[in-house]
């Protein structure tokens, strides 16, 4: 019998910076950062203008306000009901060309639901999304879907009779989202009550703004949060602002009266982060290598394609024989990578590389281990069965850039490689410069200017070199060491 969970969440607020974590039985499972001067744009409603549409592409890039225009897929576009094509109803059937949806020039209520990521600009959608505690409300639509995590059909069967009820017969459509699972009709009627005003303060907003200016804001990262994450299981919201536990007791008595003494202003000496160790957690996350209990250990790879996660041994030998050694290690592994995956917030394409295991019953029992472990994940996971190889294919829906993007910035030394050139690669590299500068133009004397660990192996173990070349070159070269160059970085001075 497993023993129960006990969930925590911990605000941290600062002047320019807001963390949000969720803490599962003591250990970090879950961060979100959000600052001032870079808050996402997931889920904001903008009036933008269609800057050019590309055929070849399907899509539309939309001007709307932001550093980069937005993609619009023809898919994203809300279309009208397509009665002269057979089977067509709305707005579903053959896709047409993106020119007969939108033109240039044309101005668009548009929807970010994607931030920028990279050199990507935001992914738009025209299928505006409206969500609140327990429903997202799509104005666009008339279906009424329910979270595919409330399993019950009885349950399924009565919140659809009840949203229905309340929404009456021209109401638009409506997602039942999961945390709905178990409440009572008036919680209900609230939500349907106050995305009915939104809507209205929306469409007045629609009318009046201008091309480039925001029609729709998402809530700031404490309400978001909650409104997202707090449920029954949640022992305790932790706030160590005053200010923003005022503004977040406020928002949870409107949405969620019945949660609201479990918030509590956090007035402690020590930083709250600090409390279960989740700030060096976060630092453990930036790192490529993870620990596990066992003596073996993950290696983490973030590129522009896929995540990578390979699972070692390391100094894991068992007590038993090897195959029940890789066995256990893969076991332990598939649940520390289901928890990095939420922790470091990876999506996309994630390849998990497992030991080999001889045993089917064991590549069974691994990937129920990960499926189980991924369950507590709110992103939507798709997990696929193991390769032959021994790698497991997955998927995790990501809308904002990774922990490790969102904290740091590539190298500059390296540009973001992870690797530098040896100090005998760039030695070999000076040496081809100073040949190359000779033959370009015409003077007496060259002084090399190059990182103290350069300089040192070309005086040293490259001074007979060095020589040779003076003579070959017919010319006085001086090198001088410079602090402030990295290892890669020289220069070829003509005197």
Same mark, same amino acid.
């Given at each position: 019998?497993?023993?129960?969970?006990? %969930?925590?969440?911990?605000?941290?607020? =600062?002047?320019? %910076?807001?963390?949000?974590?969720?803490?599962?039985?003591?250990?970090?499972?879950?961060?979100?950062?959000?600052?001032?001067?870079?808050?996402?744009?997931? /889920?904001?409603?903008?009036?933008?203008?269609?800057?050019?549409?590309?055929?070849?592409?399907?899509?539309?890039?939309?001007?709307?306000?932001?550093?980069? =225009?937005?993609?619009?897929?023809?898919?994203? !576009?809300?279309?009208?009901?397509?009665?002269?094509?057979?089977?067509?109803?709305?707005?579903?059937?053959?896709?047409?060309?993106?020119?007969?949806?939108?033109? @240039?020039?044309?101005?668009?209520? &548009?929807?970010?639901?994607?931030?920028? !990521?990279?050199?990507?600009? *935001?992914?738009?959608?025209?299928?505006?999304?409206?969500?609140?505690?327990?429903?997202?409300?799509?104005?666009?639509?008339?279906?009424? /879907?329910?979270?595919?995590?409330?399993?019950?059909?009885?349950?399924?069967?009565?919140?659809?009779?009840? !949203?229905?009820?309340?929404?009456?017969?021209?109401?638009?459509?409506?997602?039942?989202?999961?945390?709905?699972?178990?409440?009572?009709?008036?919680?209900?009627?609230?939500?349907?009550?106050?995305?009915?005003?939104?809507?209205?303060?929306?469409?007045?907003?629609? *009318?009046?703004?201008?091309?480039?200016?925001?029609?729709?804001?998402?809530?700031?990262?404490?309400?978001?949060?909650?409104?997202?994450?707090?449920?029954?299981?949640?022992?305790?919201?932790?706030? @160590?602002?005053?200010?923003?536990?005022?503004?977040?007791?406020?928002?949870?008595?409107?949405?969620?009266?019945?949660?609201?003494?479990?918030?509590?202003?956090?007035?402690?000496? +020590?930083?709250?982060?600090?409390?279960?160790?989740?700030?060096?957690?976060?630092?453990?996350?930036?790192?490529?290598?993870?620990?596990?209990?066992?003596?073996?250990?993950?290696?983490?790879?973030?590129?522009?394609?896929?995540?990578?996660?390979?699972?070692?041994?390391?100094?894991?030998?068992?007590?038993?024989?090897?195959?029940?050694? &890789?066995?256990?290690?893969?076991?332990? *592994?598939?649940?520390?990578?289901?928890?990095?995956?939420?922790?470091?917030?990876?999506?996309?394409?994630?390849?998990?590389?497992?030991?080999?295991?001889?045993?089917?019953?064991?590549?069974?029992?691994?990937?129920? $281990?990960?499926?189980?472990?991924?369950?507590? @994940?709110?992103?939507?996971?798709?997990?696929?069965?193991?390769?032959?190889?021994?790698?497991?294919?997955?998927?995790?829906?990501?809308?904002?850039?990774?922990?490790?993007?969102?904290?740091? %910035?590539?190298?500059?030394?390296?540009? /973001?490689?992870?690797?530098?050139?040896?100090?005998? $690669?760039?030695?070999? %590299?000076?040496?081809?410069?100073? =040949?190359?500068?000779?033959?370009?133009?015409?003077?007496?004397?060259?002084?090399?200017?190059?990182?103290?660990?350069?300089?040192? +192996?070309?005086?040293?173990?490259?001074?007979?070199?060095?020589?040779?070349?003076?003579?070959?070159? /017919?010319?006085?070269?001086?090198?001088?060491?410079?602090?402030?160059?990295?290892?890669?970085?020289?220069?070829?001075?003509?005197?």
């Amino acid at each position: 019998m497993e023993s129960p969970v006990s %969930e925590e969440i911990l605000i941290n607020v =600062t002047p320019r %910076e807001t963390r949000v974590a969720v803490v599962e039985n003591g250990m970090l499972q879950e961060v979100h950062v959000e600052r001032a001067l870079k808050r996402g744009y997931v /889920g904001n409603i903008y009036k933008g203008r269609v800057s050019r549409v590309m055929p070849g592409m399907q899509a539309a890039f939309v001007e709307i306000g932001l550093e980069r =225009t937005g993609f619009l897929h023809a898919s994203d !576009i809300v279309r009208p009901a397509l009665v002269a094509v057979e089977g067509a109803e709305n707005g579903h059937g053959p896709m047409p060309p993106i020119g007969e949806l939108v033109r @240039d020039g044309q101005e668009i209520v &548009v929807q970010v639901v994607k931030d920028p !990521i990279g050199s990507k600009g *935001a992914r738009l959608s025209t299928y505006l999304s409206i969500p609140s505690r327990y429903l997202v409300l799509l104005p666009h639509a008339r279906a009424l /879907g329910v979270s595919a995590r409330i399993e019950d059909e009885g349950e399924r069967q009565r919140l659809k009779d009840t !949203i229905a009820r309340l929404a009456g017969e021209a109401a638009p459509g409506y997602i039942v989202r999961t945390n709905a699972e178990g409440q009572a009709e008036p919680a209900l009627a609230f939500d349907v009550a106050y995305l009915g005003k939104v809507w209205r303060v929306v469409q007045e907003n629609m *009318a009046r703004t201008a091309v480039g200016e925001r029609v729709y804001e998402e809530l700031a990262l404490p309400q978001r949060a909650l409104r997202d994450l707090l449920h029954e299981g949640i022992e305790k919201v932790r706030v @160590d602002s005053r200010e923003t536990f005022e503004k977040v007791q406020r928002f949870v008595l409107k949405f969620m009266p019945e949660l609201a003494e479990r918030i509590e202003h956090y007035p402690g000496e +020590r930083p709250i982060f600090d409390l279960y160790g989740a700030e060096d957690e976060i630092q453990r996350a930036l790192t490529k290598q993870v620990p596990l209990k066992s003596g073996g250990y993950l290696v983490i790879d973030q590129t522009e394609a896929m995540t990578t996660i390979d699972v070692n041994t390391g100094g894991y030998l068992g007590t038993r024989n090897l195959e029940e050694t &890789v066995f256990r290690t893969n076991l332990e *592994a598939a649940q520390s990578a289901a928890r990095q995956l939420r922790l470091r917030n990876l999506g996309g394409i994630i390849i998990i590389d497992f030991i080999d295991m001889l045993d089917p019953e064991h590549q069974r029992q691994v990937l129920r $281990t990960l499926e189980k472990a991924l369950a507590h @994940d709110h992103a939507k996971t798709t997990v696929y069965a193991m390769s032959p190889l021994g790698l497991v294919e997955m998927t995790r829906k990501r809308t904002t850039e990774s922990l490790e993007r969102q904290l740091c %910035e590539p190298c500059p030394a390296c540009s /973001g490689r992870g690797t530098l050139k040896t100090a005998e $690669t760039v030695t070999y %590299e000076v040496f081809r410069e100073i =040949t190359r500068a000779v033959r370009q133009f015409d003077t007496e004397k060259l002084l090399v200017m190059a990182a103290p660990k350069v300089v040192q +192996r070309i005086l040293e173990e490259e001074s007979g070199a060095v020589a040779e070349l003076e003579e070959f070159v /017919g010319k006085t070269i001086r090198f001088q060491p410079e602090e402030h160059y990295s290892q890669e970085q020289f220069d070829v001075v003509l005197l």
